[in-house]
């Protein structure tokens, strides 16, 4: 069954997904759960070192096979990696099970804050090779122009570029309460509608 209180944080990478996940669900008192994180430690190894030793399929194949634990739980949030929703697989189950909520960061704030970061393999050049900020900027904008479809989809969003991390997380929690009740009275309201058809 669908579980509305079962939140995924989407969003490209250094969206925030990480960063505001855990204050978001001590702010609406729900468990947490990182993903890449998770990924990480199931596998004993860095992202990293996962793309490097068995190559991005093998790391996508991980983010299905963690998702699918994650099926059926609730009050929960969940810090997706920024590639997921790529994944059919993933998508559906995301939609199935829960509610997506999506970061959205233009290309510019991304780069400024992942350009001297070394551990995002997407980000980097050819054999690994470190890019300026500008080379950076320019890769996001190619992903994220292909990603951009997916994660417009979601249920709930939020602009992150200029705001403080406080402010999303209020915000968020704002319109997380709000969605999760109003879904929980249709879906209590569809119930008794089908018991009176019963009947
Ligand atoms: N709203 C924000 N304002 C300013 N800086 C931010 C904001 N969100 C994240 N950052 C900074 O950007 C960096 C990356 O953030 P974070 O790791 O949370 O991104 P992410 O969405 O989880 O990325 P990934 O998909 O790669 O896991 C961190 O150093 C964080 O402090
Ligand atoms: O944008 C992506 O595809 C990724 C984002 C990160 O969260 C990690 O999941 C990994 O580095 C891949
Ligand atoms: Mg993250």
Redesign the pocket.
């Known amino acids: 069954m669908k579980h509305h209180s079962l939140i995924f944080l989407t969003?490209?990478?250094?969206?925030?997904?990480?960063?505001?996940g855990p204050l978001l669900a001590n702010s609406l008192g729900y468990g947490f759960i990182d993903l890449?994180q998770e990924i990480e430690s199931k596998a004993g190894k860095s992202i990293t070192k996962i793309f490097a030793e068995e190559g991005e399929q093998a790391f996508r194949n991980l983010e299905l096979e963690t998702l699918r634990q994650l099926t059926g739980k609730k009050e929960l949030v969940v810090?997706l990696?920024?590639g997921v929703l790529e994944n059919n697989d993933c998508y559906g189950l995301i939609r199935e099970n829960g509610t997506l909520v999506y970061?959205k960061?233009s290309p510019r704030s991304l780069a400024r804050?992942?350009c001297n970061?070394t551990d995002?393999p997407l980000l980097k050049g050819e054999h690994g090779k470190r890019l300026s900020r500008e080379e950076i900027e320019l890769k996001i904008s190619t992903i994220l122009e292909k990603r951009e479809p997916r994660y417009a989809t979601a249920d709930l969003n939020v602009q992150?570029d200029i705001?403080?991390?406080g402010f999303?997380v209020e915000e968020l929690t704002r319109k997380i309460i709000r969605f999760v009740r109003q879904a929980e009275q249709a879906r209590l309201k569809q119930q008794s509608d089908n018991n009176r058809e019963k009947q």
């Open positions: 969003g490209f990478s250094g969206s925030g997904k990480s960063t505001i890449d810090s990696g920024g970061l960061s804050r992942l970061k995002r992150t705001k403080r991390i999303t």
